[in-house]
């Protein structure tokens, strides 16, 4: 692999790069309820190991093929690969502005997302983005013991994917505290929590309103439009 000195933004996919106005964490959660329900468990039983799964793993799917012996592919299809994406998401012109603005002298733009690659892709086309990312790190449910955030394994993977030597380099914005808390931990230099206070999302099954935990001491944003202020020195000078 070529060696790279510039800085690398590393962008969360879902709920981060679209709304969770878009109610796609909803439409994912009533999927994955279903999956449960679908294997055997009553829907008490189906809601606790849900949630269970999720806030041990960061995602139920790990929890899944851990202990029961779940194929992630089958999953991927019944949940994510079901989901009416193009309903719920459309193009967005700020976006894809905001990140060709980013000055590719200093920085590459890559994704990490806990979705399997044909999610993210499928989001990142119809966001009219997919040829600003130039590198996507995914959970690969096609391996028997896949990481996902927030494993250190999955970070350092990343990094390894992307031939970054100083995490310090490191650009990462995530809707999820966990997710922002683990890369800073490894030394990932400049963590950024998108938070769309008010708004309400699915996690683990449980309905959530954003903002409500007590602040974590990172740097929290309501718009992406604030990364240009917040990392002004990755941005095109206007």
Not at 103 to 123: E, G, I, P
Request: aromatic fraction near 10%.
């Amino acid at each position: 692999m070529t060696f790279d000195d510039r800085y690398i933004v590393w962008l969360d996919i879902d709920n981060t790069l679209y709304s969770a106005s878009s109610k796609i964490s909803q439409a994912m959660g009533e999927r994955i309820h279903a999956y449960f329900v679908e294997l055997g468990w009553s829907d008490d039983e189906a809601s606790e190991l849900h949630h269970k799964y999720y806030t041990q793993y960061g995602l139920a799917l790990r929890g899944l093929v851990r202990h029961h012996q779940v194929d992630p592919l089958d999953f991927d299809r019944k949940c994510d690969g079901s989901l009416p994406l193009e309903d719920m998401i459309k193009p967005d012109p700020s976006l894809r502005k905001l990140l060709q603005d980013i000055d590719r002298s200093k920085a590459r733009v890559w994704a990490l997302t806990n979705a399997y690659r044909t999610h993210a892709q499928r989001v990142l086309g119809i966001l009219g983005v997919e040829d600003q990312i130039e590198g996507l790190v995914y959970c690969d449910y096609s391996l028997p013991n896949f990481a996902c955030k927030p494993e250190p394994e999955f970070y350092e993977n990343a990094l390894k994917r992307a031939g970054v030597t100083d995490p310090t380099k490191c650009f990462f914005v995530d809707d999820s505290k966990i997710n922002v808390e683990a890369a800073f931990k490894l030394g990932w230099g400049h963590c950024v929590h998108f938070c769309e206070r008010g708004l309400e999302v699915v996690e683990g099954g449980k309905r959530k309103e954003i903002g409500a935990e007590i602040p974590n001491g990172f740097t929290a944003i309501t718009h992406l439009e604030e990364l240009r202020a917040i990392w002004k020195e990755i941005f095109v000078q206007q």
